[in-house]
């Protein structure tokens, strides 16, 4: 049997697939057809220090291979997820990753301390590329923001930073490496990409915040593009996503430098399709003759 493990800032995940952050609700999911237990880590959908409604609808709209979505993180508030989301994400069993998203540097550090005092949560992923928010939350946009938000997050806690950026720049590298260094443990790389749909009879923008994130298989070439050329320039573990669908494309992330993979959009087509996609790893290891996962991170590098 491979073994399917790897770490990310030294916790160990029993295995390399998780849900991407807001498109995986461990406890609706339908009973029977996959136990979130089985994933590597689960992961709540971003929550915030107050509670906020979200973006006005249309908040969804299909596109050719993928989604757009301005669903604008509606969040119960930081008080609300410490005592009822909480306690049901730390009874499945598996590694905990809480993300949060500030509108300010305090507030960021803020929810990093107040979610570093509870038990069982093992990283915090720092969302610092939600698109669709009028208030200010693509941080990862502005390099200056961005190592000042996580300087500060760092000096505020212990516990393992993921930083998770956007897509929407210049040179991904270039931010990536400034999240480095200003202390993140690990990079969730991509957010969505921002993008537009018109609506040609009612002639407007078909989502109710005009523009919105897009995210499906549409994006995974991009995304795989953003894994690879980031994974030579640093030294700490990347969280591959954008666009997985199955464990082809779950491999290709691993080729391309991802320590781990997580599965945004297609959870909305099958809900149970990262148990197939850790059957998959596994079957591929053994088919190829490797004992482990983190054998082939970054195979695909030729130099
Ligand atoms: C409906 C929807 C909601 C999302 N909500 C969040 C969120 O709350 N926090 C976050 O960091 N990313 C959020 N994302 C982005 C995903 O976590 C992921 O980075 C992105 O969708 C790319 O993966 P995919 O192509 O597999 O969907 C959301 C994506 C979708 C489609």
């Not at 850790?278 to 490797?290: A, K, N, R, V």
Request: some cysteine; hydrophobic content about 45%; proline content about 8%.
């Amino acid at each position: 049997m491979p073994d399917l493990s790897v770490e990310i800032a030294d916790v160990r995940l029993k295995n390399p697939v998780l849900p991407a952050s807001g498109t995986y609700e461990p406890k609706i999911v339908p009973g029977g057809v996959f136990s979130p237990r089985a994933l590597g880590a689960v992961i709540n959908k971003t929550v915030t220090l107050a509670p906020q409604p979200g973006n006005p609808p249309p908040r969804i709209w299909e596109t050719p291979c993928g989604m757009l979505n301005s669903i604008g993180i509606p969040s119960p508030g930081l008080e609300h997820f410490i005592t009822n989301d909480l306690p049901l994400l730390r009874k499945l069993n598996t590694r905990l990753i809480v993300s949060i998203a500030g509108f300010s540097v305090k507030e960021f550090s803020e929810l990093a301390e107040r979610i570093s005092e509870q038990d069982g949560v093992d990283l915090i992923e720092l969302n610092l590329s939600c698109p669709n928010l009028r208030k200010h939350t693509a941080w990862s946009q502005d390099i200056v923001l961005l190592k000042t938000v996580i300087s500060a997050v760092r000096k505020a806690v212990k516990l393992p930073l993921i930083a998770k950026l956007s897509p929407n720049v210049t040179d991904i590298t270039e931010t990536a490496l400034t999240a480095q260094d200003a202390g993140a443990d690990a990079l969730s790389l991509v957010n969505t990409f921002r993008g537009l749909a018109i609506d040609i009879r009612a002639r407007i923008p078909a989502l109710g915040s005009i523009s919105g994130g897009l995210s499906g298989p549409a994006i995974r070439p991009l995304a795989l593009y953003a894994v690879y050329a980031t994974f030579k320039k640093v030294g700490i573990p990347i969280i591959g996503m954008g666009g997985i669908t199955c464990w082809q494309d779950a491999i290709e992330y691993f080729l391309a430098g991802a320590t781990a993979i997580a599965v945004g959009m297609y959870n909305f087509v099958d809900p149970s399709c990262m148990g197939g996609i850790i059957q998959g790893i596994d079957e591929y290891l053994d088919t190829y003759g490797f004992s482990a996962v983190k054998d082939i991170i970054g195979l695909a590098h030729r130099d």
